[in-house]
């Protein structure tokens, strides 16, 4: 019997591409979507693109009925609407994966500090596990509500991390993101039209962007290692991912054998990591779950510039949930997803 | 002395090339920008690309504000409010050159249906010319007030024209239009998210759109015929242009040479357009105020593709608006407008 | 047991996608890829984007191995090249569908008109039956060689043919077709030059364009209707697709709940055609094997406009292959194509 | 009297730019325009954008008919190529630009290592004044031959030049550079291919890239720093423009309100250096010749983020040489630039 799935805020980015591959999921039925519409209206008729292919309303939100509906949830709601409806779901015995940032700090004063609000589910917040399978995976299979991880810091946290365990490079890392518009939302904005993203480039909130804590607390909770982080994220005209180029330096000399014998040893057995030389290109992930990760050396062997790439709503948000659901729901890690 | 230029609506798409183009004008001054901001800003503020290049003021528009700054008017605002304004600015014997609706179309009932308002001007929309400089030169040069034309149909008439006057075409026309979306304006909006626009290609009003009134009146101004068109507007995720693909028929028999020495004979004084055999590319146009014409002949020659090549921001609007400026002025038709 | 899959011609945009749809086909193996490489390759090696999803080598073609190592065979391969190989793989009661159009004009003086050379197989020639399963299935389900149809063709007749048997519009057809460069195959060429694709649109080969023949000879096929057909394909600078407007005109007055019940009477069976009220956008059928359809009708309710949308990769080259296989090895017709 | 300007080399990207940007100019005159073509060709046949805009032939390289032709030279030839022909040039009182790498990196042992062959003129290497108004712009006046900048390096050395020259910041710099693909070339080439480079975005040659000495030699000769540069450029799927992120760290805390004016004291009066803040975006400069730099500041104030923006094609090649004639013919700097 087919898992039956809630996918809540179905009609954002993020909605839509887990409704879409979660089409493709033999194991389980979309048994209930909703968002902020203020009718039920066929799924089809908001996305044409799934006509034929999906029969579902997509309804108002009301937890009560999503209780009746479903077993398993998808939150792909804004933050703080998360930490509103993920109790109610969990006190029901349902389980969550949560795409917003609600469950993902840790610390809540450092959670009110970037988001601006006080966080007000703390006893979830406790037991929620940060899904990053490739690191957290014993923990997944047993957590009951899961924190998807952002779409940043899951493209930097698997570049840095398997350096960051082996004690191998100083604490001080730079890194420089890319992102496609699609990672902001769908809302309509003068920033977001057509004519002012194509062909364009632009950084925002360097030093300060929300994704800078994620990725140092989770980076320490792998590591133990305190990282001092610089970020700087920016917007390009591509159609969707993430391109970071990372810059580390080595507390001694590596060699290039060494550098890929490392990335072997944590990711030979992880379906989604493919290391790539010489380096990633960003169309090569697009579409797919994949994280290409590729390093050069400089000519000292003193410090590499990492890349990784992944589609940021796919590894970055919709992929990364499936994934994390297959390892909760004891399906192969990579069921729905090798398309 | 330098013309005193004022355009008002100085935001949108339209506005903002103007001004661009403006600067480039030997013989006028801008004196005066106007918009719907609640305060004056800075125009750099509000465009950055600006910065270094106009120190001008954008301001709430104001007519008594603007009739002290300047003598020539440039109107870059939605239909309807151009009638409003226009008539306080020719009362007070200032040029204008609208680039609405409003006086585009000599039948007030027909400018009803199609824009769904009744019209309030009625004594200047019969003065106003249609400004179509290639057709229509000796009425522009005395003309105070120019309804400068639609993008669209400046691509299709150029195009036709000179066939329906040497009544060789029969009247049945049809127009298959591809435009870039920066046609639909600035407003923020979900259909012209980046996302949505790119890669994507659209029909919307096929038998319907506005522009269709404003091509029969005017083509039947030029030849005296009354033409039956069949236009298809669709929108293609490209940054700027108009390319219109138009398909008539032939009275009797036509050779390719005879066909090229009619636009020859049309056009070799108009330094706007230009013959391209064999047939016109988008991008060889964008950023310029050149019109490019081509055409292909089936083998029996009776039938021939048109096709016409626009920047729609400036042969179909700001540039075309510059080119009346310059006749209504006197200065050379191409001043400020071969970059 | 799976059926043994070649893809020949394997590094092209159609072979590439062949393998990329293959690889989610439950019923099949790819056991032999092979292009005009020097020597054997792994397939990821050419095509990054498959590590991790495929494990095969491309091989130098030699039709005497891929006899040993598949029973159904793709050929993706030039004009001319197929009618070299295909000969061979029947003799040896191989399958063969083949993407290129050597076996689709039934009449060889057309052929050679169009492509330039001598038909060297008459004898298939004859056998082959056209891949258009929406009007051919039965004959597809028993053929032994199929003719995947063009990518233009696919999205014309499928907007057409229903009226065209219904006998309701006349003869006279005028096709505006949209296309992306992948149309035009991967081979470097200053035309293909991002720089100058980009934000581009142009035509070319108006009234005489390869595919103009195929359309007719298969409506004729199809309705027992000779048509009279203007067909002007355009490049449009985007990603992928076709987007075809229509121009038809109805012996008599018809109603929009008329048309779209004859298209319903006609689709309403076919897994991958989707009617779309009121018009299709392209980036609705991308990446995957629907076809859109839509209308619209002129107020007298004798002319309309007929848009049809597919990805030129799948429903017009590599997916419309696949349902031909489904068809012909007695699989669901949508195996391996809902994604 | 006009000054007589030939461009050799005037149908690559670079040479196609100059000829747009000097058919503006008010005090020169295109005499002669040449390249690898087999023989003369109407320069509007090759690109029909410049048609009824320029009359000129593009004529085979003939250096003797050049020298009869014209008094000034820009070089728009490929590495290896200028310096064959410079010395001629020069030898006969001519004065050259070179937008090749030729004349740009002092020591010809670093040339040949990053080149790949052998410098052969020594002598008129030693006199090559390197082109960057802003730094070196009384030495342009007395040049006869000037290195016009390469692309990534004009974007950095304007960035972090002041910042070193103040010697605040440490000899460590981070440059994490994004260039459209036109900076490689019109060469077709699979790379360049639409499909390859649409949404795609890919690092190349980290660490070893052939601007790496020309940015560490200039920084030096403006500083007398020996810098320690990191350097990774990027192509990414835009139409043009080159958008540089500089990590630097400052010696002792610093201010934003010092920073900027820093900035202020080197580039008020540098006509094309614009300072924007908060930061720049890559669309403000495409198609002008500025330089926009904004910065960031991390909270501490030791660290902060440089950004800097420009048009690959004009302020980063075709705009900059002409900035440079105007400074050697003793034009106003901003003469034919200013659109």
Redesign the interface.
């Given at each position: 019997m087919r898992v039956k799935v809630a996918v809540l805020g179905a009609t954002g980015?993020t909605g839509e591409k887990l409704v879409e591959l979660l089409?493709?999921h033999p194991f389980i039925e979309i048994s209930y979507l909703a968002s902020r519409t203020e009718k039920p209206l066929p799924y089809k008729d908001i996305f044409?693109?799934f006509?034929?292919?999906v029969d579902i309303y997509c309804e108002p939100l009301d937890v009560k009925v999503a209780l009746k509906k479903a077993d398993f949830f998808f939150l792909a709601l804004p933050h703080t609407v998360s930490m509103e409806i993920a109790p109610r779901l969990l006190e029901e015995g349902r389980k969550v994966i949560d795409l917003s940032a609600d469950y993902r700090l840790k610390d809540n004063k450092i959670y009110e500090k970037y988001y601006g609000v006080k966080h007000n589910d703390i006893k979830n917040l406790k037991k929620a596990v940060y899904g990053l399978p490739e690191f957290f995976k014993e923990d997944i299979k047993k957590a009951l509500i899961v924190a998807n991880p952002g779409c940043y810091p899951t493209s930097v946290i698997l570049a840095v991390a398997p350096l960051l365990k082996e004690k191998i490079i100083d604490r001080k890392i730079?890194v420089?993101s890319?992102s496609s518009?699609?990672g902001a939302g769908?809302k309509?904005?003068?920033e977001?039209?057509?004519?002012?993203?194509?062909?364009?480039?632009?950084?925002?909130k360097?030093?300060v962007h929300q994704h800078i804590p994620e990725i140092e607390q989770v980076l320490k909770d792998i590591s133990g290692k305190t990282i001092e982080l610089?970020f700087?994220p920016?917007v390009?005209?591509?159609?969707?991912?993430i391109?970071s180029?990372i810059?580390v330096n080595f507390k001694s000399k590596i060699s290039l054998d060494k550098l890929r014998s490392i990335y072997e040893s944590y990711y030979s057995a992880c379906?989604f990591i493919?290391l790539?030389e010489p380096?990633?290109?960003?169309?090569?992930?697009?579409?797919?779950n994949?994280c290409?990760i590729?390093f050069?050396?400089?000519?000292d062997g003193k410090?590499a510039?990492i890349?990784s790439?992944i589609d940021n709503l796919i590894k970055g948000a919709a992929g990364l949930a499936i994934q994390n659901m297959n390892i909760m729901e004891g399906f192969k890690e990579t069921e729905g997803l090798?398309?």
């Open positions: 980015f089409l493709n044409p693109r006509n034929r292919r730079i420089n890319l518009i699609s769908r309509p904005n003068v977001h039209h057509f004519i002012n993203v194509l062909n364009n480039i632009w950084t925002y360097p030093f610089t700087t920016h390009v005209g591509v159609e969707s991912g391109y180029t810059y379906p493919r790539r380096l990633p290109k960003l169309r090569d992930v697009i579409g797919t994949f290409d590729g050069a050396l400089n000519s410090e510039v890349v790439s090798m398309l």
